[in-house]
């Protein structure tokens, strides 16, 4: 079965949309997005709505916990905190209650799916260590292990040396983000994979950067979200 893994869609819904489409053309059974739904961006209740209609699962990220219910809505940066804000005024008790309801992490037979990292999925750990990274292997049961959180996409294995998913060993694999790339890459990331041949690709997709940008600005949002589209950190 081949199956597409979005995160951090960040409220993006022209990012959004252009991955969609991309994944519309890649013979893909099942949608599961990682979370972070909303924040950043100008349009959170479209990219509800979407995702509602076409993930069979979703988790909950540290940007959908902060829109729906407040909690932690301290701990993000001024700008983040100010869309976070925003994206509440926005959203109606049903998309509020759509986050509020996600859970923290999804096993399936044969991944599992958290936002940030399996190791206390609510704690909201990056993953930009080596060391951080070899500890999550404790912590989930599965082969692969899918996040998102950083906004930077990375394959770590169990075994040095080993940076191609292939069977016999286990993966953290981050799939890097739809709607605010950070890795010097302004293309919408996504992941496919294909749980017979264990075949995995990060896909870069074109979207209307400028659409995004036009509409932050359009919703009074700070200008920095605005133009961190344009270079993808």
Same mark, same amino acid.
């Given at each position: 079965?081949?199956?597409?893994? $979005?995160?951090?869609?960040?409220? #993006?819904?022209?990012?959004?949309?252009?991955?969609?489409?991309? $994944? &519309?053309?890649?013979?893909?059974?099942? @949608?599961?997005?990682?979370?972070?739904?909303?924040?950043?961006?100008?349009?959170?209740?479209?990219?509800?709505?979407?995702?509602?209609? !076409?993930?069979?699962?979703?988790?909950?990220?540290?940007?959908? *916990?902060?829109?729906?219910?407040?909690?932690?809505? &301290?701990?993000? +940066?001024?700008?983040? !905190?100010?869309? =976070?804000?925003? #994206?509440?005024?926005? *959203?109606?008790?049903?998309?509020?209650?759509?986050?509020?309801?996600?859970?923290?992490?999804? @096993?399936?037979?044969?991944?599992?799916?958290?936002? =940030?990292? +399996?190791?206390?999925?609510?704690?909201?750990?990056?993953?930009?260590?080596?060391?951080?990274?070899?500890?999550?292997?404790?912590?989930?049961?599965?082969?692969?292990?899918?996040?998102?959180?950083?906004?930077?996409?990375?394959?770590?294995?169990?075994?040095?040396?080993?940076?191609?998913?292939?069977?016999?060993?286990?993966?953290?694999?981050?799939?890097?983000?739809?709607?605010?790339?950070? &890795?010097?890459?302004? !293309?919408?990331?996504?992941? %496919?994979?294909?749980?017979?041949?264990?075949?995995?690709? *990060?896909?870069?997709?074109?979207?209307? $950067?400028?659409?995004?940008?036009?509409?932050?600005?359009?919703?009074?949002?700070?200008? +920095?979200? =605005? &133009?961190? %589209?344009?270079?993808?950190?």
């Amino acid at each position: 079965m081949r199956i597409a893994l $979005i995160s951090d869609i960040h409220s #993006n819904v022209q990012a959004l949309q252009a991955v969609l489409e991309k $994944i &519309d053309e890649a013979n893909v059974q099942d @949608i599961y997005c990682l979370g972070d739904i909303v924040g950043y961006g100008a349009d959170p209740a479209d990219c509800i709505n979407i995702v509602k209609s !076409r993930c069979v699962a979703t988790v909950l990220g540290n940007h959908d *916990l902060a829109v729906a219910t407040e909690a932690g809505l &301290d701990f993000l +940066p001024t700008a983040g !905190r100010a869309a =976070a804000v925003h #994206n509440r005024s926005k *959203l109606n008790d049903d998309e509020l209650g759509f986050l509020t309801n996600l859970p923290l992490l999804q @096993i399936e037979d044969e991944f599992t799916l958290a936002h =940030a990292s +399996p190791e206390h999925p609510d704690r909201w750990l990056r993953i930009n260590s080596f060391q951080t990274g070899s500890a999550q292997f404790d912590h989930f049961s599965t082969d692969v292990c899918f996040v998102g959180h950083t906004h930077s996409p990375a394959v770590m294995s169990d075994s040095i040396g080993i940076s191609q998913v292939r069977r016999g060993h286990r993966f953290l694999i981050n799939v890097g983000s739809v709607g605010q790339p950070r &890795d010097g890459d302004s !293309r919408a990331a996504f992941g %496919l994979f294909d749980t017979e041949s264990f075949d995995y690709d *990060l896909v870069r997709v074109e979207y209307d $950067i400028e659409g995004a940008r036009t509409r932050i600005l359009e919703e009074e949002l700070p200008q +920095p979200l =605005a &133009d961190r %589209l344009l270079v993808g950190r």
